[in-house]
């Protein structure tokens, strides 16, 4: 099963893409499809109050410590 090894983040800090393990650099929507659909382990999903869903690491308070892609 592949997992997040590394982010890519926009101007604003926003995480934009995932890098995983299998090399694949997917958008923040991918991942959080593959995440739902147990594609990707180590992720877990949440939906805040508005009804956005977002993507956390299961163990880690954020994705700070993963290196960026670029």
């Known amino acids: 099963m592949e997992t997040i090894t590394a982010v890519h983040r926009n101007h604003f800090g926003e995480i934009i893409n995932f890098v995983t393990s299998e090399g694949r650099i997917i958008s923040y929507r991918k991942a959080l499809m593959d995440v739902e ?7 877990q999903t949440s939906q805040d109050l508005n009804g956005t869903m977002s ?3 299961e163990l880690e308070q ?3 410590h993963y290196p960026n892609l670029f």
Do not use: E
Not at 37 to 43: F, M, R, S
């Open 37 to 43: 659909q147990g594609l990707i382990q180590g992720l």
């Open 55 to 57: 993507i956390q690491p």
């Open 62 to 64: 954020s994705f700070d």
